[in-house]
């Protein structure tokens, strides 16, 4: 009987059962029975490093011995699980560890809100805050953003596929040019001059929203000095600064906010997948003080008080009580891009691009589908790696960033093999 034949006998329950929605148990057609650390087992005993890590949420691994038992003890002793917002225990010591390990050494002072325990709701909830204080409808996002499914993140996605998923108008959002989106080209000066000009048909907006690095885009980086002059637009004609910290947050560019590099003090920043620790849902939105104007209740969700998640997120802060665990993330990131960098000299008909920066890096291929085919070819041979970008262009790395470096040595020997396969 052929691999095909058993693959579709294997995911026989899930293409008979479940919506056509599906997605990532097409690309990987097996049934993922244990997870740890860098790695996962299928339930035929097969083996696999982790280069997607849960599409960036298992940034601590998988099942992280230290936040596994914090989680088993808090369960046997009746901790409660959940709570909606009333005060916990889980929650109380999580908001004192953001401040004292996050906020405080970085010198930044925000609001801590729990909105919805989704990528989307904490974008959602930011959207609405930021028209709230303002008075203002219109939000600029930029070309290539992905923010979210719900109907006002899909406003400001760029992604024409999802964006029709809405079913309605997405109205009151801009998209302008990312940096670099076309080459030689003053994006900045473009967009001031919308803003200046009473004829541009661009109205005066809310907030600025963007990703320091484009995840579902494509793993484009904004450069550190176009980043500082979005905020200089910001700052000049009193328009939030919303920075979608989702994907590219806690530690995954090397340190624990994105935006860290560039200087800049955004007034909204949006924190989900990888701030829970070991994957349960959890967003949370920080929000300059002055524009906190919430009134009790105004935004909300029956799943805002996940105290499992809190227990796994204070104890991933721990991490981040020193500056040595962003070394070791930059120390691996050099080696994911020398390896990049090697891959696309060795093989000039991938016709290859690095892309990102820390450890959310990829290979823009610029030929139709051979990332897809790289990376189904990896997954036969024991390596989960995704694409990214409007057309799937990009092989995309996010592995997990307590991999240890022999790990991340052994996927890409695995990714080589893979795409010596697919170009011969």
Request: aromatic share 8%.
């Amino acid at each position: 009987m052929t691999t095909a034949v058993l693959d579709n006998q294997k995911m026989k329950t899930f293409e008979e059962m479940e919506s056509a929605v599906r997605s990532y148990s097409r690309g990987w057609p097996t049934i993922f029975e244990k997870a740890k650390g860098y790695k996962l087992w299928d339930i035929d005993g097969k083996e696999y490093i982790d280069f997607f890590a849960g599409a960036g949420a298992l940034s601590y691994g998988h099942n992280d011995d230290v936040m596994q038992e914090k989680l088993i003890e808090y369960i046997k002793n009746d901790g409660v699980i959940h709570s909606l917002d009333m005060g916990t225990t889980p929650r109380k010591e999580f908001l004192e560890s953001f401040k004292e390990i996050i906020l405080t050494p970085r010198k930044l002072d925000y609001k801590i809100m729990f909105p919805g325990p989704t990528g989307t709701n904490t974008v959602e909830s930011a959207l609405k805050i930021a028209r709230k204080v303002t008075g203002r409808d219109t939000v600029i996002s930029f070309t290539n953003a992905f923010h979210g499914m719900t109907i006002g993140s899909l406003s400001v996605t760029g992604n024409s596929f999802k964006r029709q998923g809405a079913g309605v108008p997405l109205h009151h959002s801009v998209a302008m040019p990312f940096d670099d989106y076309v080459e030689d080209y003053d994006s900045i000066a473009y967009l001031e001059r919308f803003l200046e000009d009473s004829g541009s048909g661009v109205a005066l907006p809310a907030a600025i929203i963007l990703e320091t690095v484009q995840g579902e885009g494509g793993i484009n980086a904004a450069r550190m000095e176009w980043l500082k002059r979005v905020e200089e637009v910001c700052r000049k004609w009193d328009i939030l600064l919303i920075v979608d910290d989702v994907q590219a947050g806690c530690g995954r560019t090397g340190t624990f906010f994105s935006f860290e590099p560039a200087g800049i003090n955004p007034d909204i920043v949006c924190l989900s997948k990888s701030i829970g620790g070991i994957g349960l849902p959890m967003a949370i939105t920080l929000i300059k003080p002055e524009y906190d104007q919430w009134g009790p209740g105004e935004h909300n969700g029956t799943f805002r008080g996940n105290n499992m998640a809190f227990i796994a997120a204070t104890e991933a802060l721990n991490r981040w009580k020193t500056d040595e665990f962003g070394k070791e993330i930059m120390k691996k990131a050099d080696i994911l891009r020398d390896a990049i960098e090697s891959l696309i000299e060795a093989y000039p008909a991938l016709n290859g691009e690095a892309r990102g920066r820390g450890l959310m890096q990829g290979i823009a291929v610029h030929k139709d589908d051979l990332a897809n085919e790289i990376c189904a070819a990896a997954f036969k041979r024991g390596l989960i790696v995704e694409t990214s970008g409007p057309k799937d262009e990009v092989v995309k790395f996010l592995p997990p960033l307590t991999i240890e470096e022999a790990g991340l040595k052994d996927g890409l020997a695995i990714l080589e093999e893979s795409i010596k396969e697919v170009l011969a």
